[in-house]
C-alpha cells in the first residue's frame, strides 16, 4: 500500500547506491513500492540502447552509462517541487563532485542515501550467478575478479544522512521506513522525534 509522504514542498531523493550485484535494486523497488515514489534505474535506461547499438563493448557499456546517468539527472530537474525520486545507481562510478553538481542544477533540497555494504567475495559470488540474467553487453564473467576488489573499497557518497545496510543479513523493510521518516520524508499527519540511523540488515 501507498504512503503518503510529505516533504515541505521540497525536491528530494533518495540515493540507493552500492556496486553491481550488491542488492540496490532489490531495496529501491521495495522503497518505490511501499511508499509510490517514482523510481529511476540507470540500468534501466541503458538497456534499450544497448541492445539497440549491439555489440556494446567495455566502453561503449561505459559512455551509455554516463549518458542514462545524465538523463536521470534530466529527468529529476524538471519535476515539479514536492517530488520525491528513489535513484538505483552505482554511483561511484562517476567522481562525488559530479553528483553534487547534478544535485544542485536539479534544485535538490534534501538527499538521503542508502548504502549498500557487501563484501567482495559475496558480490563476486551474486554477479556470477546472474550471467546468464544480463542484458547483452553487460561486463561478463572477466569482471568478477575486478568487482570482487571494487567492493572491498568502496565507500558511500555521503552527501546526506546515510543508512548502511548489510548485504549478509536480512532485509527489514520496517526499519527503512523509520529511518526514512526520522529524515525528514514523513508520513502525512505523522510525526516523529529524529533519532540517530543505525546499520541495518539486507539481503538481495
Known sequence: ?????????????????????????????HIAERFGFPYLTIDGIKEPFMELFAPVDRQLN????????Q???????????NCVYVIDAWFGFQPRSELQRYLQQA??????????????????????SRLHQRADGHPGAEYVPELRQLAERATPMALGPVLTLDQSQ???????????????????????????????????
Open 71 to 81: 538523463t536521470i539527472w534530466s529527468i529529476v530537474a524538471h519535476a515539479p517541487a
Open 62 to 69: 561505459r559512455d551509455i552509462g554516463r549518458a542514462a546517468y
Open 107 to 128: 534544485g535538490i533540497a534534501h538527499v538521503v542515501e542508502i548504502w549498500n555494504q557487501i563484501s567482495g567475495d559475496l558480490a563476486a559470488e551474486r554477479y556470477a
Open 170 to 204: 536480512p532485509l527489514s523493510l520496517p526499519h527503512i521506513e523509520r529511518w526514512l521518516q526520522t529524515h525528514h520524508l514523513q508520513p502525512v499527519h505523522a510525526h516523529s522525534e529524529r533519532r540517530p540511523a543505525a546499520a541495518l540488515g539486507a539481503r538481495d
Open 1 to 29: 500500500m501507498s504512503a503518503a509522504f510529505s516533504t515541505n514542498g521540497n525536491k528530494c531523493v533518495i540515493l540507493v547506491n552500492g556496486v553491481p550485484a550488491s542488492g540496490k535494486s532489490t531495496v529501491a523497488r
